[in-house]
């Protein structure tokens, strides 16, 4: 009879979850739903001195808004503490664990050899017992360690694989001699590559090692956070880079994880990003930024906004940019201009005037004219109107906002 596939996510809510552990996040997921299993969440808030409750709400809202929904109810291992008491002392009642300053500690074996065959890399790992140094279960404070308490759970929540990062390896040995003292069988492990910076140093905040959340705040869509960070260390073996989730689910396989440490780009990031805005419809771009940014629907006007939509969707790289974009041809900035750009602006305006079909065409062919008989380049134009060298399409945007507003623009 075949095993169901059972993995968990298992973060400690002492910090904001970085992209690393929502990439954990994700390949447990994946690997759960690829195989027809199920992804379980346990938080492991164990220690209470270093707990912060915006951590673990972070925790949450990140997988809720990534679409990374867990199965059955979250396991908190600080109800469990009865639990890993009885165990430890099984432990203790067969001379493996031993009491010592109101902790209790894990004999290491010398005799023994730990392996395992990973499978990241599909390769055998090995650790001597003798290189082992004793360690703590349960602290004196009535809590156990991680070591002790991610074993117990992983074997009574029936957890069939552990797919971590490569951190967690030097852990392994002693987690291995606990499944045997219990005489219980391990879980397959597998240990990803750890993300590296772009320098090829460990990942910081300076280079872009934020939330998930912070993320959505700056304007990135779980689509395009999702598809970034599955392939920071996987792909699928034909180049394919931007993939949906119902994709990944068809595709992920641990054999294609790769084995070097993967370094973060946030220009890729962004890159991805713009692809994936570009993907969506109109109508649900449109969704996504007036949820985004309350304020758009009342810094642009119904009937303007999908004519900006449509204009920008080509150009920004992130949600917050389209507010970034619109806002000087909506709300301009009082200019100081020369009295030469001043005169250069009523040139501008009476030429406009002139113009009988409001359209895209007739107005690029204007301002093409103007700019060749003033002698004169795009940014000179974009100088006198937003006060910047360079903007959206000017004929593109008077289109959209029409006549009326677009000399109204000019005048204020």
Known sequence: MQVMVRVRFAPSPTGIPHIGSIRTALYNFLFAKKNNGEFLLRIEDTDQKRFVKEAEDAILNSLKWLSLDWDKEITYQSKRLDLYKKYTKELLDKKVAYEKDGAVFVKMPD????????????????????????????????????????????????????????????????????????????????????ILGPDKGKLSKRHGAKSALDYKSDGYLKEAILNFIVILGWNPGDDKEILSLPEMIKLFDLKDVNTSNPKFDVVKLEWVNGLWIRKLENSELKKRLTE??????????????????????????????????????????????????????????????????????????????????????????????IGADKGLPLANVFEVIGKENTLKLINE
């Open 111 to 194: 005799n023994k050899t730990f392996s395992w065959t990973d499978l990241v890399g599909n390769k055998k790992i090995s650790f001597e017992g003798k290189d082992q140094e004793d360690f703590v279960i349960l602290k004196s404070d009535g809590f156990p360690t991680y070591h002790l308490a991610n074993v117990i759970d992983d074997h009574l929540m029936n957890i069939t694989h552990v797919i971590r990062g490569e951190e967690w390896i030097s852990s392994v040995p002693k987690h291995l001699f606990l499944y045997e003292s219990f005489s219980w069988n391990p879980p397959s492990f597998a240990h990803m590559p750890v």
């Open 292 to 385: 985004f940014d309350s304020e758009i629907e009342k810094l642009v006007e119904e009937k303007h906004l999908d004519g900006f939509i449509e204009i920008t969707k080509t150009r920004i790289k992130v949600l917050k940019e389209f507010k970034e974009m619109v806002t000087p041809f909506i709300k301009p900035s009082k200019l100081n201009l020369s009295s030469e750009e001043v005169e250069l602006k009523k040139r501008f305006e009476k030429g406009l005037l002139d113009i009988r079909s409001w359209n895209k065409e007739e107005l690029t062919q204007f301002i093409l004219s103007f700019l060749k008989k003033e002698e004169k380049r795009f940014p000179d134009l974009y100088k006198i109107l």
